[in-house]
């Protein structure tokens, strides 16, 4: 450890919600979808739902691990020709607008590799973000990007997914932030069933890890929410939320001020409706 | 072994790795500890060796190319007839070694991506051969290009998934079988078809694969009492062309010369000329050289040749070049179209789009070099499949010529 620990935003409000007794409620959105304008009113929308951290997810020609409806999400942004660093600056757009919550990062390799490293930390520091998620750097190749986010106080989360058995041990020993656990084998998306070995496999996490650990890939609904609630410290819903964005274009694409307000107000109520009741 | 690459964590110098999600890490390590298992085990060796032998006719001739060799007045030409293989092309080479894998592993289902459809025949084909469950994802443009294929591998008892992803072509393919795979990696196994994607597929495909070169050396040392002065393929992913160069590496007076595909020209956006015009970058779990934009959104390709229409490339020919070993250069769809026409009346034989391309850089070279040189051309496969799309393409050209 290089530096003295500034306390991460992240383990913040995990402290907090523990005391409280609250599963983290933590939505993912593809940025520019449908452009970039929409997306910082979108962050905002989350944070008046509940939401209690919030994943900006860059949009990528070859999203590997995510299903249908996050692919033409990317689809749909990358037709405005939108870089890494546009869409990192959603969320000092939506800082600067008031919104408090702990911004985390997902993308592929690739986008930050062509951004070169420096830069791509410089940006997050400069853009107010405290974590990370790169599906497609499993802990083979994460070396330098760890030692780089640990540099930066910034937590590279890592996955861990039913079929990691033995690795699971040595991912949670080096997960900062949270461990974001696969909740079935596949892609993103939403389905109606889960990993039949799930709850065996969050309490393997849980036993290994030291951080708080999440569930996400196929939660939409506050049941699957509610399911999860006590054995994990937060829910990721992506593909359902995204999937809201994407029936609520035409109001979002409108001209008039009022038909966009309605399709944010859409969103907000879906991701308001996700949270998990507290007894 | 006459390379020491790639090292214990796939990786070919800077190239290579295995930048999977998480789900697919286990499935990965599990094949590879399969293969390293297997690969020396004489009972796995002679299963192979046998079904290449008796099943695929190997070895393949190495044929001299007499009267082209006559007409363009240069060095003399062979042929590795990789075309003369069952199904048509070197492509069974590997699917035959990564059948006879996953049957040991214990897997009875495989799946495949394919792009021109020869390395979805050849795994349908030996699918239908070890009793194995079989799914082949193609891009739906690729469907349209090569129907004899997508029939040959529904006739042959595999199911053809049509990819509607992306660009509908062999990248979105490839992204939608590792897609499926984390889905159903518990019983599933991937015969990948090039030296691309994760470690270990990039050595293993390789491994497979060399017995074109190995029979290419003792061939034409056989022939003419020495080793060629340059051998030529060409690189899509790069199987046909590692398999023929690997075992020539260390004859240093070897010239190394990979065919890629320049599509309407490199300086057009529509080609496929990865060492050309891309940069090192990570795409499909292995870094390579990648045809990308500026923020690294991967480019979509253009080629005549579906099997040649890929945006990345594997991570062995990446360090070959960067090592100075290999050189690449682009062909454009035009060049390639006129060589297929040259090597089919001058020989009698119609190459595959894929091969054409090598053959088109061979008529460059050929009549540049002295007659006592010898250049060896990996032909991958042969033409059957492609008249179709070559009468509709010649159909057009003409079509726009007043």
């Known amino acids: 450890m290089s530096t003295a620990p500034n306390l991460n935003a992240i383990d913040s409000v995990f402290a907090a919600l523990k005391a409280k007794g609250e599963t983290a409620l933590i939505p993912f959105m ?66 600067e607008r008031g919104v408090k919550l702990p911004f985390i990062l997902f993308t592929y390799f690739n986008p930050v590799l062509q951004l070169g490293l420096g830069r791509y930390f410089d940006l997050l520091k400069e853009h107010g973000f405290s974590g990370m998620i790169i599906p497609d750097l499993p802990l083979e190749e994460d070396s ?71 569930v996400g890939f ?24 995204v999937r809201q964005v994407e029936e609520a274009l035409p109001l979002l694409t409108a001209p008039d ?23 | 072994m006459s390379s020491q690459v790639p090292d214990q964590h796939g990786r070919f110098g800077p190239f290579g ?35 290449l032998k008796q099943y695929s006719g190997r070895p393949t001739p190495l044929y001299y190319a007499e009267r082209l060799s006559q007409q363009l007045g240069g060095a003399k030409i062979y042929l590795k007839r990789e075309d003369l293989n069952h199904t048509g092309a070197h492509k069974i080479n590997n699917t035959i070694g990564q059948a006879v894998l996953a049957k040991r592993m214990g897997k009875k289902k495989v799946i495949a991506e394919t792009g021109a459809g020869q390395h979805g025949v050849a795994s349908a084909t030996v699918a239908a051969l070890m009793g194995l469950e079989c799914k082949v994802f193609m891009g739906e443009e690729d469907t349209k290009r090569q129907q004899l294929n997508v029939f040959r591998m529904k006739l042959l008892g595999s199911e053809v998934v049509p990819v509607t992803s992306g660009t509908r072509t062999l990248k979105d393919a490839c992204n939608e079988t590792l ?9 599933t196994y991937y015969i990948l078809g090039s030296v691309t994607g994760p470690h270990p597929y990039p050595m293993m495909v390789r491994d497979f694969q060399r017995i074109i070169g190995i029979e290419s050396r003792e061939q034409i040392l056989e022939a003419e009492g020495r080793l060629p002065d340059v051998v030529v393929a060409a690189v899509g992913g790069g199987s046909n062309a590692i398999g023929i160069f690997h075992p020539f590496i260390e004859d240093e007076g070897v010239r190394l010369l990979g065919v890629e595909a320049a599509g309407r020209g490199v300086d057009t956006d529509e080609h496929a000329a990865t060492m050309t015009k891309g940069r090192p970058g990570v795409f499909q779990g292995s870094m390579s050289y990648v045809l990308q934009d500026e923020g690294g959104q991967v480019l979509p390709a253009h080629s005549i040749s579906a099997g040649l229409d890929y945006p990345g490339i594997g991570p062995e020919h990446a360090y070959l070049k960067d090592i100075k ?58 033409g059957d499949k492609d008249v179709e799309s070559i009468m509709s393409y010649l159909a057009l050209e003409e079509g726009q010529q007043p």
């Open chain 2, 325 to 382: 070993r290999a050189e690449y250069v682009p062909i454009t769809d035009k060049e390639a179209l006129d060589a297929l026409s040259t090597l089919s009346r001058m020989e009698g034989i119609i190459p595959a789009l894929e091969s054409a391309h090598a053959i088109a850089q061979v008529l460059k070279i050929a009549p540049t070099m002295s007659k006592d040189e010898i250049i060896v051309v990996s032909l991958s496969g042969r």
């Open chain 1, 144 to 214: 330098e990007v760890r030692a780089l986010a640990e540099e930066h106080g910034i937590h590279l989360i890592p996955l861990v997914a039913p079929t990691s058995e033995a690795r699971v041990e040595r991912i949670a020993a080096n997960a900062k932030g949270f461990v974001y656990c696969v909740s079935s084998l596949g892609v993103t998306g939403v389905r109606s069933t889960f990993h039949e070995g799930i709850d065996a496999f969050l309490s393997t996490v849980r036993r290994a890890a030291s951080v708080p650990i999440c």
């Open chain 2, 179 to 187: 897609r499926y795979w984390v889905s159903h990696v518990d019983d």
């Open chain 1, 30 to 95: 593809t940025m520019g979808d449908p452009d970039l304008d929409t997306s910082v009113e979108l962050v905002q929308a989350a944070e008046a739902a509940g939401a209690h951290m919030i994943e900006l997810g860059i949009p990528y020609s070859d999203p590997l691990a995510d299903g249908p409806v996050i692919q033409r999400a990317s689809e749909r942004a990358l037709k405005n020709k939108i870089s890494l660093t546009d869409c990192m600056a959603v969320a000092s757009r939506a800082r």
């Open chain 2, 17 to 51: 790795g295995k930048y999977v999600p998480e789900t697919l890490m286990n499935a990965l390590i599990e094949l590879e500890e399969a293969y390293l298992k297997y690969k020396d085990d004489p009972d796995f060796l002679e299963e192979v060796r046998y079904l």
């Open chain 1, 218 to 241: 196929g939660i939409s609904s506050r049941e699957h929410a509610e399911r999860f609630a006590g054995q994990c410290d937060g829910v990721i819903v992506g593909s359902a939320i």
């Open chain 1, 257 to 279: 001020p009022a038909s966009r307000k309605q399709g944010i107000k859409n969103v907000q109520d879906f991701i308001a409706g996700l949270k998990p009741r507290v007894d």
